[in-house]
């Protein structure tokens, strides 16, 4: 076995054996066992075990976030003290200096990568359990654990006509238009989950300061790049790791949707949102740093009415004779 499958094995047992859990349990509730409607549904109980197991390192990454947002105004003035100095102490200076910065914070520039890096064993496990269903059918073995009759069962299973172990690239049996077409709809409702997801975020949870930070730059322009990447990359996988990476991107959308209405960053658009929304209802704004209502000394002074522009009076010019 190659180094990358024997990493990988632990995680292709353990992805194939949460399907099979949810495989038997629909299966002893009625579903027919060989439908690809009950594998599917096995297949959207292992992004809701996954999902739910990172839901702590959702909330860690939250506070990760909200950290590097209160810092910005730090790294500016950082940035600024060192400006136009490029020699090696220099940037070792600066580099000591922002570290110390993320340790006082207790974030860092990579904390909003770190579900999706923890999924990422999962999703190449499950990746290559789905890939390897036809090679595992011919050989009359099983994959992960999956034993044979189960390794048939899904090779045979499809949904609207194609095959779940199918690609767009590189087929798999089954009408090959419908497996073209539903892999392009699913690649397409993957890509475009994930960009809304990451535009509400900058568009309605981050503050100025955060939004004009060298990172988040950097963040504008993964924005296009990784829904492109994997885009790109989803004419590899089977059908069926396209529904488990929609459905995954789907609950980031709903997780964040939640988190941006009900705990905003400091200073963000959705943070003012929540606010008005509050004293609508009657109630006192909150500090959303520390969840708490403000003081009436703590609360900002209403904006100041905008002066009417003066209209210019037009004379009455005089006819000439």
Sequence with gaps: MDPLGTILLPFEWLV???MVAFHDALSFIGLPAASGWTWTFSIIGLVLVIRGALIPVFVRQIKAQRGMQLLQPDLQKLQAKYKGKSDQLSRQAMAQEQMALYKQHGTNPFSACL???????????LFRVLSGISNAQSNNTGIGAL??????QFHNSSIFGAPLSASLLHGGGGDAVVVAVLSILMI???TAS??????QIMAKNMSEAAMA?????QQKILLYILPLVFGIGGIN?????LIYWTISNLWTMGQQFYVIRRMPSPGSPAA???????????LAPIDVTTGKAMKPEDMPPPPEPKAQRQQPVRKNRKKKS
């Excluded at 579900?115 to 496990?125: A, D, S």
């Excluded at 003012?272 to 009657?282: D, F, P, Q, T, V």
């Design 16 to 18: 194939s054996f949460v």
């Design 115 to 125: 579900p999706m890096l923890i999924q990422m064993p999962f999703f190449f496990g």
């Design 147 to 152: 034993n044979h009759d189960q390794v048939d």
């Design 188 to 190: 397409i409702a993957m």
């Design 194 to 199: 994930q960009f809304i997801t990451q535009k």
């Design 213 to 217: 930070s060298p990172f988040m730059r």
């Design 237 to 241: 996988f089977p059908i069926g790791v």
């Design 272 to 282: 003012k949102a929540l606010n008005e929304r509050r004293i609508a209802r009657g």
